[in-house]
Nanobody
Framework: QLHASGGGLVQAGGSLRLSCAAS????????MGWFRQAPGKERDFVAS????????YYADSVKGRFTVSRDKAKNTMYLQMNSLKPEDTAVYYC???????????WGQGTQVTVSS
């Protein structure tokens, strides 16, 4: 299972750190990613990280503000979100990515709300 946590309510310009903890199996050999879904919108890619942690990718909308990382010893992935904007408000999901880069295993979401 993948368990996302760390969401909450924050003012614009603030920061949050999301965690995605794996239990029951290891996800250390997989590319992992963060996605988000705002009300009435599709679920969008936010960031991903290679199995080694050496390669990261970001959506243009979060580049320079968000940082994805992983701790393989803890079987956990993180998303550090800085300079948050109201448009970052969404439910954030972590996921395992297949070899084709498609999410094939989802965790439950965590709500992030950024007030203006």
């Amino acid at each position: 299972q993948l368990h996302a946590s760390g969401g909450g309510l924050v003012q614009a310009g603030g920061s949050l750190r999301l965690s995605c903890a794996a239990s029951g199996r290891t996800f250390n050999s997989y590319v992992m990613g963060w996605f988000r879904q705002a009300p009435g919108k599709e679920r969008d890619f936010v960031a991903s990280i290679s199995w080694s942690g050496g390669s990261t990718y970001y959506a243009d909308s979060v580049k320079g503000r968000f940082t994805v990382s992983r701790d393989k010893a803890k079987n956990t992935m993180y998303l550090q979100m800085n300079s948050l904007k109201p448009e970052d408000t969404a439910v954030y999901y972590c996921a395992r990515l297949s070899s084709r880069g498609v999410p094939d295993y989802w965790g439950q979401g965590t709500q992030v709300t950024v007030s203006s």
